[in-house]
T-cell receptor
Framework: GAVVSQHPSWVICKSGTSVKIECRSLDFQATTMFWYRQFPKQSLMLMATSNEGSKATYEQGVEKDKFLINHASLTLSTLTVTSAHPEDSSFYIC?????????????FGPGTRLTVT | KQEVTQIPAALSVPEGENLVLNCSFTDSAIYNLQWFRQDPGKGLTSLLL?????REQTSGRLNASLDKSSGRSTLYIAASQPGDSATYLCAVRGGANNLFFGTGTRLTVIP
């Protein structure tokens, strides 16, 4: 149980284009979903937190107009990287939590490797 | 702001050895602490979750301890195997949403 999937697993796009990454909780309802970014040999950095049906909360330094997050249902959140640039190339990992209480465990997706050429 | 540090950054051991990975955090007001495993180019696999009221958790050959007052956690791996080779991350939850990750320890178990 508690499986989180991401699609696509990897994507290559040209500079200036937009790319959408999906995150799905397969066997539970995720009240809260998180998006992380991980650069090579670095740890995960939280980008934003989204609750179903409401606007995402972005961490300091993350451009909300560039990284559009939609959490339209209890099992799906999407991250759209708009007007992508080579510096956006990274490993993007989503995470989902079943409840709203802070003690619930977070379950992580397998990640999406984005390369912007 | 919570800072999480993991030592060592990299560790190489022969197969069969017992080993300890360390994690320290600056703010002891945490809800829980979690240890993850990450294989190259892959997502995270949760290994152990310790609530702030607990002292340790065990799963198979893995044992994680938590000393909240001193801001430390250790992950003990018994009888290491080549399949244990991966990066191990610890993360602390300081509030409802914030999960702070350490920089990881890259473990190599030599056959």
């Amino acid at each position: 149980g508690a499986v989180v999937s991401q699609h696509p697993s990897w994507v290559i796009c040209k500079s200036g284009t937009s790319v959408k990454i999906e995150c799905r909780s397969l066997d539970f309802q995720a009240t809260t979903m998180f998006w992380y970014r991980q650069f090579p040999k670095q740890s995960l950095m939280l980008m934003a937190t989204s609750n179903e049906g409401s606007k995402a909360t972005y961490e300091q330094g993350v451009e909300k107009d560039k990284f559009l997050i939609n959490h339209a249902s209890l099992t799906l959140s999407t991250l759209t990287v708009t007007s992508a640039h080579p510096e956006d190339s990274s490993f993007y990992i989503c995470s989902a939590r079943p409840g709203t209480v802070g003690l619930d465990e977070q379950y992580f997706g397998p990640g999406t490797r984005l390369t912007v050429t | 702001k919570q800072e999480v540090t993991q030592i060592p950054a990299a560790l190489s051991v022969p197969e069969g050895e017992n080993l300890v990975l360390n994690c320290s955090f600056t703010d002891s007001a945490i809800y829980n602490l979690q240890w993850f495993r990450q294989d190259p180019g892959k997502g995270l696999t949760s290994l152990l979750l310790i609530q702030s009221s607990q002292r340790e958790q065990t799963s198979g050959r893995l044992n994680a301890s938590l000393d909240k007052s001193s801001g430390r956690s250790t992950l003990y791996i018994a009888a290491s195997q080549p399949g244990d080779s991966a990066t191990y991350l610890c993360a602390v939850r300081g509030g409802a949403n914030n999960l702070f990750f350490g920089t990881g320890t890259r473990l190599t178990v030599i056959p």
